[in-house]
């Protein structure tokens, strides 16, 4: 069974960073992409950032393009979402999510994943 974990989340002001963290366990994900979205209040579920299979290269929503960084520890079968130069307009809860997959296809939509975490929140003051 597939588990996702987000860890990382918290309150910071504008123009402050957080460092969120997905752990997965239940698989051997080599041949996963992995996603983060976000969903703010009253609002649907919005795609943040995806990493190619094989981790070779990633794909930012222009929301997020130059503040946000996506990387992969293959070896933790964990993800990171590196968040720079936050905004009040980036507080979400975080999601985490992974598709098992070979394409070199960036999966933006949240209906391609199979598993997801259970979220973490974020909330950045102005």
């Known amino acids: 069974q597939v588990q996702l974990v987000e860890s990382g989340g918290g309150l910071v002001q504008a123009g402050g960073s957080l460092r969120l963290s997905c752990a997965a366990s239940?698989?051997?994900?080599?041949?996963?992409?992995w996603g983060w979205f976000r969903q703010a209040p009253g609002k649907e579920r919005e795609f943040v950032a995806t990493?190619?299979?094989?981790?070779?290269?990633?794909y930012y929503a222009d929301s997020v393009k130059g503040r946000f960084t996506m990387s992969r520890d293959n070896g933790k079968n964990t993800v990171y979402l590196q968040m720079n130069s936050l905004k009040p307009e980036d507080t979400a809860v975080y999601y985490c999510?992974?598709?098992?997959?070979?394409?070199?296809?960036?999966?933006?939509?949240?209906?391609?994943?199979?598993?997801w975490g259970q979220g973490t929140q974020v909330t950045v003051s102005s």
């Open positions: 990493i190619r299979w094989n981790g070779d290269s990633t």
């Open positions: 239940g698989s051997t994900f080599s041949n996963y992409a």
């Open positions: 999510a992974v598709v098992r997959t070979y394409s070199s296809y960036y999966h933006t939509s949240s209906n391609d994943y199979d598993y």
